[in-house]
């Protein structure tokens, strides 16, 4: 039989899906699973983005131009504009989703065996992009004990080398819910700066911010113009992970005309999901205002549930729909099999994703599960109460 790539062998299964078999089965068991492990959403669409492509007056589905229709572009640089972001729309790249987004950033300013600095619990699929541009992810751990605030910057310039071109933060962040302050993206920007290096921002969780914070941009850091790159997506600011848009953002001219390289590679983002994308923005204030109350509402029960447990320790987000919580166990990915092939309470069990997956670190993490509260509160008692129920029976 021909071989697969090395690369392709050492390409990271998503840490999240690699469960999925085990939910399968128990479901075929009969089981319910709450599901704590996904970041998909159980917010419903806007209405103004679904009908927009209801009621479309297309005749021929064809490609778009590379970077994105004109139009949106233009609506998506007005949004920012309102967001203190002062962007052009020809800085600005339509992507396939935040993922495509993230692989043509890589892909632009990284070459094999390049170093990209990430503080670490980070989103996993960065270990799987980084592996298929052949770069090298190089950890800076941030810690449940200090909330995961950002790391001394000691401890980035400890790690620069000559291979070093770039940092990443994803802010909020998934899957710490940990929200930077303005003081510690201007940190950032001092170090890109003196050691010449790209800052790129995942900012797809812009819009859930709670507790009365605001959120600070890369982009609004005027003197690292040219050295910042945001990642942005519709996903999950409108519930829309499957209309696949995100879009790329800088104000670096050759670095947007290089991704533009790899968007012509793959001529268009997709036509219908742009016109639903573009129609989404408009949608009114209070949309986000009411799910920002929910996730608040959410995130304040799962806090107090799970520092109810004996052993557990939990980080409270700032931002995003997600925790990091440290359980007393030894292996969170045997604990979370476990717990859809072994346990349930009245039929009823839960999947998590073991944080293992989140870390770069080998050995880090073991003990840590990430949790989504994409459920509802009723939902999420009971999935908390099973979690505990579990632990007692699992660490019997
Ligand atoms: C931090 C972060 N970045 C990027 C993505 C990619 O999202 P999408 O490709 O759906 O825009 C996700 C999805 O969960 C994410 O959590």
């Not at 812009?206 to 113009?225: A, C, H, L, P, W």
């Not at 012509?264 to 999901?273: H, I």
């Not at 309470?345 to 080998?362: H, I, L, N, Q, R």
């Amino acid at each position: 039989m021909p071989s697969i790539s090395k690369k392709g062998l050492d390409m990271p299964a998503s840490p999240i899906r690699k469960l999925v078999p085990y939910a399968e089965q128990a479901y075929k068991d009969g089981k319910t699973v709450y599901h704590l492990n996904i970041g998909q959403p159980d917010i419903k669409t806007p209405e103004v983005a679904l009908d927009a492509v209801k009621v479309h007056s297309l005749d021929i589905l064809a490609y778009t131009r590379s970077e994105g229709s004109e139009g949106y572009r233009k609506k998506i640089a007005a949004y920012y504009e309102k967001n203190d972001i002062h962007v052009n729309h020809d800085d600005i790249i339509v992507t396939t989703g935040g993922s495509e987004a993230l692989m043509f950033a890589f892909g632009s300013i990284m070459d094999p065996d390049d170093e990209i600095i990430i503080p670490e619990p980070f989103y996993a699929n960065y270990n799987g992009f980084s592996k298929a541009s052949d770069i090298k992810v190089v950890p800076v751990i941030s810690k449940i004990e200090d909330n995961f605030a950002l790391p001394a910057i000691e401890e980035f310039e400890k790690l620069i080398t000559p291979k070093t071109k770039a940092i990443l933060i994803c802010n909020p962040g998934n899957p710490t819910g940990y929200l930077y302050s303005k003081e510690e993206i201007q940190k950032l920007a001092q170090i890109v700066i003196k050691h010449d290096l790209f800052l790129i921002a995942d900012e797809v969780y812009r819009e859930f911010v709670y507790d009365g914070n605001s959120f600070y941009s890369i982009m609004q850091e005027d003197s690292i113009k040219d050295h910042a790159i945001m990642i942005d997506s519709v996903s999950k600011r409108y519930s829309m992970c499957g209309a696949r848009i995100g879009y790329l953002v800088s104000r670096n001219k050759t670095f947007i005309q290089t991704a533009l390289k790899f968007a012509q590679a793959r001529l268009s983002p997709p036509t219908l999901a742009q016109i639903a994308s573009e129609a989404a923005l408009n949608t009114p204030q209070s949309y986000f205002d009411d799910v920002n109350e929910e996730y608040v509402h959410r995130r304040n029960t799962l806090i107090s549930e799970l520092e109810k447990i004996e052993g557990v320790k939990v980080a409270k987000p700032k931002g995003a729909f997600y925790c990091i919580a440290e359980l007393p166990v030894e292996n969170a990915d045997d604990f979370a099999q476990w717990l859809l092939e072994k346990f349930d309470v009245d039929g009823e069990t839960v999947m998590v994703a073991p944080a293992a997956g989140f870390y770069s670190t080998p050995g880090v993490g073991l003990n840590q599960i990430r949790i989504a509260y994409v459920l509802n509160e009723s939902s999420l008692i009971k999935a908390v109460n099973i979690l505990k129920e579990a632990l007692k029976v699992y660490n019997s």
